[in-house]
């Protein structure tokens, strides 16, 4: 009997830990935005809305826009993309959306860096 309960007991955990997989998913995140001026010492922070499609059968990621991302890492934990030289890191687990970008011109540097929490929506 207690080799049953113990299956039992495995069975349970399995089904806990295993999560569908939606086929397009729309998700909104909400981000701070800190931006390095060129001028050196100044910087500025804004809040921003950020929407994108998440299709896990294609593999794919598109801003609202229906700009594509180049996806480095699409799976169950993390997605990983870039576009233009902003990378972009996402956290299934907490719904934790990252993003920085650094761009040089005329040997002035600006730095972007964001962060926030998305949420999947039936938009």
């Given amino acids: 009997m207690k080799g049953v309960s113990e299956c039992a ?9 295993a999560q569908p997989v939606l ?20 910087s500025s922070a804004r809040e ?14 598109t801003l609202l826009d229906n700009t594509p991302l180049i996806v480095t ?3 169950r934990l993390w997605i990983s ?3 233009d030289g ?5 956290d299934r687990g907490d719904g934790t959306l990252t993003f920085a970008s650094s ?5 002035v540097s600006t730095t972007v860096v ?10």
């Fill in 9 to 17: 007991v495995l069975t349970i955990a399995l089904a806990a830990l």
């Fill in 23 to 42: 086929a397009r998913t729309y998700m909104n995140c909400s981000t701070v935005v800190l931006i390095s001026a060129p001028s050196g010492d100044t």
């Fill in 48 to 61: 921003e809305d950020l929407g994108f499609w998440v299709d896990d059968e294609a593999k794919t990621l």
């Fill in 73 to 75: 890492r699409l799976d």
């Fill in 81 to 83: 993309a870039n576009r």
């Fill in 86 to 90: 902003i990378f972009y890191e996402f």
């Fill in 103 to 107: 761009t040089m011109n005329d040997s």
């Fill in 114 to 123: 964001g962060s926030g929490r998305c949420e999947a929506s039936t938009k």
